[in-house]
């Protein structure tokens, strides 16, 4: 069987599950995604250039299309940045797919620029937030993230996507 690094995976995936526009804001912990995004035509990529336009820009599609939409955040500043716009997506009950990335697992112990745990941020504003710890595991993330976000109530469900997990191959 072939091996696919996780930001191939995830993208494939967010693709096997409908997700046709991918709004972000990259940084340098989203370069492996943007890497790839160029080998998925079928997915439209959208860019913002600070990350409570681009989830504002992901709800507002969701909602016009009624389609689950997907967003890329840049590390805990850009999550903190989206906060508003994250709130308006929950009270919408738009189906969105929200990713941060993060710095790479055991990297946060050394107190990088930038860092700090993604979750508790996240939590109050989405049904359903979980870090990736193994490129094996994101089929079974992607796909429940995707059934929940589009579970009545819809609304957005979030996925911290860390840097060694995305180099990694599975």
């Known amino acids: 069987m072939a091996k696919l690094s996780g930001r191939t995976a995830f993208l494939k995936l967010l693709v096997d599950e409908g997700v046709t526009h991918l709004f972000g804001n990259p940084g340098t912990t989203e370069l492996p995604l943007m890497e790839v995004v160029p080998d998925f035509p079928e997915l439209n990529y959208v860019l913002g250039l600070q990350e409570a336009v681009v989830v504002g820009m992901a709800d507002g599609y ?45 990297h946060g112990l050394l107190e ?36 929940l976000a589009l579970t009545t109530p819809t609304g957005p469900v979030f996925i911290s996507l860390p840097g060694d997990v995305l180099d990694a191959e599975a």
Not at 68 to 96: D, I
């Open 112 to 147: 990088p620029l930038l860092y700090d745990p993604l979750l508790p941020i996240a939590q109050p504003m989405v049904k359903w937030a979980v870090e990736v710890t193994r490129a094996e595991d994101l089929p079974r993330i992607v796909r429940r993230a995707a059934k």
């Open 62 to 106: 969701a909602r016009a299309s009624g389609r689950l939409a997907a967003c890329s955040l840049h590390v805990a500043p850009g999550l903190g940045n989206a906060m508003g716009a994250l709130y308006n997506a929950k009270f919408s009950g738009s189906p969105l797919i929200v990713t941060c990335g993060q710095q790479e697992q055991g």
